[in-house]
């Protein structure tokens, strides 16, 4: 099993689950959070006075998979998540070692 962190734009969101519930993925964990990186934030006006916001919001979704699965939907999040402009994100490929369901006490694959 493996785990799939993409960090993007929360402009994309809606695109990328449209695009990944076409594929015939439905579950995932989405995130509000914020984040730096290449694109070095923007320069603020509050007042007359200028501020520098480093932190920009993002989101982050995490989708646990069968390693079957992973280069599709890496392929599909990081087509649908695509701008060209810096600041587009990252995808992160983690292994899993287990899984388990509460409800159901499955476990591995199977609580996927």
Same mark, same amino acid.
């Given at each position: 099993?493996?785990?799939?962190?993409?960090?993007?734009?929360?402009?994309?969101?809606?695109?990328?689950?449209?695009? #990944?519930?076409? %594929?015939?993925?439905?579950?995932? /964990?989405? *995130?509000?959070? +914020?984040?730096?990186?290449?694109?070095?934030?923007?320069?603020?006006?509050?007042?007359?006075?200028?501020? *520098?916001?480093?932190? #920009?919001?993002?989101?982050? #979704?995490?989708?646990?998979?069968?390693?079957?699965?992973?280069?599709?939907?890496?392929?599909?999040? *990081?087509?649908?998540?695509? /701008?060209?402009?810096?600041?587009?994100?990252?995808? %992160?490929?983690?292994?899993?070692?287990? *899984?388990?369901?509460?409800? /159901?006490?499955? /476990?591995?694959?199977?609580? +996927?």
């Amino acid at each position: 099993m493996k785990k799939i962190e993409a960090i993007i734009r929360p402009a994309k969101l809606e695109e990328v689950k449209d695009a #990944l519930e076409r %594929f015939g993925i439905y579950g995932m /964990t989405v *995130s509000q959070v +914020l984040g730096c990186g290449m694109q070095k934030g923007r320069v603020g006006i509050y007042r007359g006075h200028e501020y *520098s916001i480093n932190l #920009l919001p993002k989101v982050k #979704l995490e989708i646990v998979l069968q390693d079957r699965w992973v280069d599709g939907v890496v392929d599909i999040i *990081s087509r649908a998540a695509y /701008t060209g402009e810096v600041g587009d994100g990252k995808i %992160f490929v983690c292994e899993v070692e287990n *899984s388990l369901r509460v409800r /159901t006490g499955e /476990t591995g694959d199977d609580a +996927l």
